[in-house]
Structure formats: structure tokens, C-alpha cells
T-cell receptor
Framework: EAGVTQFPSHSVIEKGQTVTLRCDPI?????LYWYRRVMGKEIKFLLH????????ESGMPNNRFLAERTGGTYSTLKVQPAELEDSGVYFC????????????FGPGTRLTVT | TQLLEQSPQFLSIQEGENLTVYCNSS?????LQWYRQEPGEGPVLLVT?????EVKKLKRLTFQFGDARKDSSLHITAAQPGDTGLYLC????????????FGKGTHLIIQP
């Protein structure tokens, strides 16, 4: 069974540009999560999809971040326009059902904004 | 806001020694998970504990969830160089599939 995959693995962009991160969850997993780790800090929750619906987006930093999960399969996280403080590693995770505690993480996308 | 305090942040010990990593909070969690992360990779789930007082063993690793479900510990017996890595605890506040609150992690180095 394929794990959670993320693309790209690395992205370097200039301040003001736009970047789109993609996550493909484990097949059949209804729950999809985005997290972010900035240097020196803990991994922080951004948002949670159940199928195609946003269940909880309380961790999204501001309206420069837009997450979508069309058709309840893969998800994208767009940052527009990017700021220096958006640099970090963005992780995607998925879990199976409504009462599933166990989340499986992808390898992350390292975003550097210069 | 729920917080998880993980300690120690860094630990370097000799092969064969025992160690314990702690994860503490003032908040109650419905479940607590331990992950291990290697450089350049995502966290890999080791174990999930759900019931207060629960103890789970994974070979030389023993995980415990506090009775009040506010804290957890990871104990490694006879540590080996292959145990080297970043260990993370993460808690879910509500029931089931909520987003996780992570501790900052413990960087563990086992010297041969």
C-alpha cells in the first residue's frame, strides 16, 4: 500500500510569489491534514479535511493560505503571496475514518521563501 | 490552547543504557501518539495510547499514558545506535480524528 506522498519535496521562491503544494493521501483515507513546522518550533496543525469538506481550519495562519481537496482525493495548499515567515516544512497526513486516531504522515515539502 | 511539553529536548547516552522521555500537559487528551522522525522524512507512527493508565510495549520501547490522560512517557531499555532519532509526542484533544498537538520533540543520540 502506497503511503502519503507530497510534491514537491523542496521549493524555493521569492517573497511575493505563489506556491502550490500537493498531497496525495493513502487511498481510502477520508481524513486529510496539513501541518507546518517552522525552524525551532513544534509541528503545528493547519487544517483538517473530511473527504472534500473542511472540518477544522483553525490553524490556518491567515487568508494568504488556501487549501482545497477536490473530489475528496488529493489536496493542494496554495500560499499567495508568500512571505518570509512562511518558510518551513509542510507536512500532510491522512487517517482512515471518523474515529481514527492514527495519522500517517508524508515526507513533507520544505518551503524556503527568500 | 493545548500545549505538550516534551523533555528532555536533547539526550545523548551510551549504547546499552536505559532512558525515559516525558510528555506533559495541563490539558486532557483523548489519545496520545508517539512518532519517530528521521532527517528529511515525515514522522512515523510508533504507537497510539487511548486509555488512562494504558501501557504498550514495542520490543524495547514501553509507552505509558497517565491515569488522567494529561501525560505520557516513552522508556527505552538497552538503547542501541539504531534508536537514534527525533521522538515526538502528539495529542488529540477531541474524539477520534482531530488535528494533533505536537511537542517540540526529543533529539536522541545513542553512541556505540
Amino acid at each position: 500500500e502506497a503511503g502519503v506522498t507530497q510534491f514537491p519535496s523542496h521549493s524555493v521562491i521569492e517573497k511575493g510569489q505563489t506556491v502550490t503544494l500537493r498531497c496525495d493521501p493513502i487511498s481510502g483515507h477520508d481524513n486529510l491534514y496539513w501541518y507546518r513546522r517552522v525552524m525551532g518550533k513544534e509541528i503545528k496543525f493547519l487544517l483538517h479535511f473530511v473527504k472534500e469538506s473542511k472540518q477544522d481550519e483553525s490553524g490556518m495562519p491567515n487568508n494568504r493560505f488556501l487549501a482545497e481537496r477536490t473530489g475528496g482525493t488529493y489536496s493542494t495548499l496554495k500560499v499567495q503571496p508568500a512571505e518570509l515567515e512562511d518558510s518551513g516544512v509542510y507536512f500532510c497526513a491522512s487517517s482512515q475514518g471518523a474515529f481514527s486516531y492514527e495519522q500517517y504522515f508524508g515526507p513533507g515539502t520544505r518551503l524556503t521563501v527568500t | 490552547t493545548q500545549l505538550l511539553e516534551q523533555s528532555p529536548q536533547f539526550l545523548s547516552i551510551q549504547e546499552g543504557e536505559n532512558l525515559t522521555v516525558y510528555c506533559n500537559s495541563s490539558s486532557v487528551f483523548s489519545s496520545l501518539q508517539w512518532y519517530r522522525q528521521e532527517p528529511g522524512e515525515g514522522p512515523v507512527l510508533l504507537v497510539t495510547v487511548v486509555t488512562g493508565g494504558e501501557v504498550k510495549k514495542l520490543k524495547r520501547l514501553t509507552f505509558q499514558f497517565g491515569d488522567a490522560r494529561k501525560d505520557s512517557s516513552l522508556h527505552i531499555t538497552a538503547a542501541q545506535p539504531g534508536d537514534t532519532g527525533l521522538y515526538l509526542c502528539a495529542g488529540a484533544g477531541g474524539g477520534g480524528a482531530d488535528g494533533l498537538t505536537f511537542g517540540k520533540g526529543t533529539h536522541l543520540i545513542i553512541q556505540p
